[in-house]
């Protein structure tokens, strides 16, 4: 019991020292004149995604990769399913064809490499190194249309003192490093107690929990009617955790195993990209149906792989 409240305390945490974390990097952004649709590019949607990071890292540094790995791919679903199915439920949204041409085809590029990467049972170090090298090319990319003034995500940031901002920055990496290690250490041990898969409680549980941050800011854009903002986050978020979330910590080791539950939720995560595409490219204005239709694909993850 007092490791499943350390869980959820880790959790609330997460939750907090995000949104520090955002602020403070977001103003010390400004401190140093990086353009804002540059900065929101790339802080937004990488310090949201800060607990999945911490989660893959100390996962390998305590020798429990699935923990990390599960985490990762299972919020990978989440967000590109019932993240996005919240947001349209919130209002509906008109798309910019930049987020299916730039961020949708990327995406399934993305959860190609890495079913391809794990179809053998194994991630070695040099294809996780290959998914961090991926990202810097879309890093690139992304910022090249930032400049450009195309569509980025972006994130309206509460601008603070750079001397609080360097407080708040701070704050935030160490603790979401502590969190992150207290969190795993938590996971192994009620996984333990009560004979639970580590990686199933992580594609589910963990991966549910440290994607609040990135269902708080997809629900506000869509709220504020910035529909394509609420997907692209979804979406740039887990090209950010599978290239870089798994990727960097990932190539500090020789050979990584893929067990069961992960790679057969790798491959639902292809099928709920084909849905999500399928569903981006017939319907410019999504709306409660299409809603319906990602909520459907999460739920039916949920009881395949609970029951495999």
């Known amino acids: 019991m007092i490791a499943v409240l350390v869980l959820i305390g880790c959790f609330i945490a997460f939750f907090y020292l995000t949104r520090l974390f955002v602020s403070g ?20 949607a990488m310090v949201s995604s800060a607990p999945e990071m911490g989660a893959s890292i100390f996962s390998v ?40 041409k730039r961020d949708g085809l990327y995406y399934l590029l993305v959860v190609a490499v890495t079913i391809a990467a794990i179809m053998d049972g194994v991630l070695t170090r040099w294809e996780a190194l290959t998914w961090f090298l991926l990202y810097a090319v879309y890093f690139i990319w992304l910022f090249k249309d930032a400049i450009a003034g195309k569509f980025v995500p972006n994130e309206e940031f ?16 160490v ?25 199933l409680f992580s594609l589910i549980i963990i991966a549910i929990a440290t994607s609040i941050p990135d269902l708080f800011v997809s629900v506000e854009a869509a709220r504020k009617g910035m ?9 740039g978020s887990n090209i950010f955790d599978i290239l870089v979330g798994i990727g960097l910590p990932f190539s500090f080791v020789a050979a990584t195993p893929v067990y069961g539950n992960i790679g057969l939720s790798a491959i639902y995560l292809l ?25 459907a694909v999460y739920l039916s993850y949920l009881f395949i792989v609970i029951l495999c």
């Open 25 to 44: 990097l977001g103003s010390l952004a400004k401190r140093f004149n990086v353009p804002e649709s540059v900065a929101g590019a790339s802080v937004a």
């Open 61 to 100: 540094v305590e020798g429990h990769p699935d923990i990390g790995m599960g985490t990762i791919v299972g919020s990978a679903i989440f967000n590109i399913s019932l993240l996005i199915a919240l947001s349209l439920w919130v209002k509906k949204c008109v798309l910019d064809e930049h987020v299916l």
């Open 158 to 173: 509460k601008y603070v003192p750079t001397s609080r901002a360097i407080a708040y920055t701070s704050i935030g990496i």
């Open 175 to 199: 603790g979401i490093a502590l969190s992150a290690d207290i969190m795993v250490n938590s996971a192994v041990f009620v996984t333990g107690s009560l004979g639970l898969s580590e990686a």
């Open 227 to 235: 529909g394509s903002l609420a997907v692209s986050n979804a979406v």
């Open 271 to 295: 099928v709920s990209v084909f849905v999500f595409l399928g569903v981006i490219t017939f319907r410019k204005t999504l709306g409660k149906k299409e809603a319906c239709v990602l909520a």
